[in-house]
């Protein structure tokens, strides 16, 4: 079996691989709902989803902070790694031990394309096209429900001291731009910029300011200390696992959505 990565990294396997782990959060959880439980050998301290797999699965460090030896140890067919969360540095390490395939989501045909590969991958062909399905019969709907909601313009907060927000190129901007929010910080050069607060209004006035619950724990003293810049934006805590996490999580996604809408 020969089949290419994300990256364009071609592979080559003799038989299905059976020892997997998984360094991205989002993309074990992908691996559990395609019934994979029992293959899934080794996964990071941030795989929350399904938490029982915390209780019965090797932790082997963060998504960039990597306990290689762990990792060998568990003797896996395949370590699945992503571009944004897992460095090239550790990629490259992580390849002297066995395959390491990488995924790249920017869009939301990316991630069709990452639950495609995973069926191919790990003889799960049915499960894939199951998920596939439902993620694009809700992706339809909500397209439907957004069609005729005004475009408002917004701020997605990752991190504080520094600020550091979404830009362009990311999954998060695809969401965003999904749900009708015009993200002023796409002409920034870096995919995840700093910015100033106090230039806020001056880079595009938002109608909205986000603030994610993940990476960084966002709490009322930040809203307010960001409310001191803008003018009219409204501030709203956003659950960062929808707008960040792809895989089969974005078949939740689309409800929360409906959700955020109503109450916005």
């Not at 939740?252 to 959505?257: V, W």
């Given at each position: 079996?020969?089949?290419?990565d994300?990256?364009?990294?071609?592979?080559t396997?003799?038989k299905t691989p059976?020892?997997i782990?998984s360094?991205?959060?989002?993309?074990?959880?992908?691996?559990?709902d395609?019934?994979l439980?029992?293959?899934?050998v080794?996964i990071?301290?941030?795989?929350m989803?399904?938490?029982h797999?915390?209780?019965l699965k090797t932790i082997?460090g963060?998504?960039?902070?990597i306990k290689?030896?762990?990792?060998?140890?568990?003797?896996p067919?395949?370590?699945?790694?992503?571009?944004?969360e897992?460095t090239?540095?550790i990629?490259?390490e992580?390849?002297?031990?066995?395959?390491?395939?990488?995924?790249?989501?920017?869009?939301?045909e990316?991630?069709l394309?990452?639950?495609?590969?995973?069926?191919?991958?790990f003889?799960?062909?049915?499960?894939s096209r199951?998920?596939?399905?439902?993620?694009?019969?809700a992706?339809q709907?909500?397209?439907?429900?957004?069609?005729?909601?005004p475009?408002?313009?917004?701020a997605?907060?990752?991190?504080?001291?520094?600020h550091m927000v979404?830009?362009?190129?990311?999954?998060?901007?695809?969401?965003?731009?999904?749900?009708?929010?015009?993200?002023?910080?796409?002409?920034?050069?870096?995919?995840?910029?700093?910015v100033?607060?106090?230039?806020?209004r001056?880079?595009?006035?938002p109608?909205?300011?986000?603030?994610?619950s993940?990476?960084?724990?966002?709490?009322?003293e930040?809203?307010?200390?960001?409310?001191?810049?803008?003018h009219?934006?409204?501030?709203?805590?956003?659950?960062g696992?929808?707008?960040?996490?792809?895989?089969s999580?974005?078949l939740?996604?689309?409800?929360?959505?409906k959700?955020?809408?109503?109450?916005?």
């Open positions: 079996m020969q089949l290419a994300q990256l364009g990294t071609q592979h396997f003799k059976l020892r782990v360094l991205v959060p989002s993309q074990t959880e992908l691996l559990y395609l019934g439980e029992e293959h899934i080794g990071t301290k941030f795989c989803h399904p938490f797999l915390k209780a082997v963060g998504t960039k902070t290689f030896d762990k990792i060998k140890a568990l003797q067919d395949i370590i699945i790694c992503n571009k944004e897992n090239k540095e990629v490259e992580l390849s002297q031990i066995c395959p390491v395939w990488v995924t790249d989501i920017l869009t939301i990316d991630n394309q990452m639950i495609h590969d995973f069926g191919q991958l003889n799960k062909r049915t499960e199951k998920w596939i399905d439902k993620i694009n019969f992706y709907d909500f397209q439907q429900f957004i069609k005729d909601k475009v408002k313009k917004a997605y907060f990752i991190w504080a001291n520094p979404a830009g362009n190129d990311t999954f998060i901007n695809e969401l965003l731009q999904l749900n009708h929010f015009e993200n002023i910080y796409t002409s920034k050069e870096e995919r995840y910029p700093e100033e607060l106090k230039k806020i001056l880079e595009g006035d109608d909205y300011v986000f603030l994610s993940e990476p960084f724990p966002f709490k009322d930040h809203a307010f200390e960001i409310g001191r810049f803008t009219h934006a409204k501030t709203v805590f956003v659950d696992e929808m707008f960040s996490w792809y895989g999580r974005l939740k996604a689309f409800d929360y959505f959700l955020l809408h109503s109450k916005i």
